[in-house]
């Protein structure tokens, strides 16, 4: 696994103590923490992913935005998922783009938010896909 820069204490804890492996790269300058074998709720086409986070040079000031999975999503009822029109290139594979971001309701808080949250996040927003008619 790459290590081409150091993750926080945190997020490091967080990835290990929920026992998934992680690689953090550097894709064209930006920083990426990938997710290899992430395990997805039933009802995808796949049983797992790579996820993607991208990680602003600002990070954990900013806020982490959306995941990006490999090989891309979708239903296996058919029913379309919104949102996920955008394709990113990282490491030489096409990622899926969920564009999904926090609201005024729910706002990053550094300091309090960290690449645990989001990743709570992220399950949350999968689970939720199935929720809708």
């Not at 290990?16 to 920083?31: F, P, R």
């Not at 990006?68 to 949102?83: C, E, M, Q, Y």
Request: proline share 8%; hydrophobic share 40%.
């Amino acid at each position: 696994m790459r290590r081409e820069f150091p993750l926080l204490p945190p997020d490091q804890a967080y990835l290990e103590a929920n026992g998934l492996e992680w690689e953090a790269i550097v894709c064209s300058g930006v920083q990426w923490v990938l997710i290899p074998a992430y395990a997805l709720p039933p009802g995808y086409n796949a049983t797992q992913a790579t996820a993607a986070l991208r990680l602003d040079l600002t990070y954990p000031d900013s806020q982490i935005d959306m995941v990006f999975f490999h090989p891309a999503l979708a239903r296996t009822d058919g029913k379309g998922v919104p949102n996920l029109e955008g394709r990113v290139a990282i490491d030489g594979r096409e990622f899926q783009q969920w564009s999904r971001h926090r609201t005024a309701a729910n706002p990053w808080r550094p300091g309090v938010d960290d690449l645990g949250t989001h990743m709570e996040l992220v399950r949350d927003w999968l689970l939720r896909e199935f929720e809708r008619a």
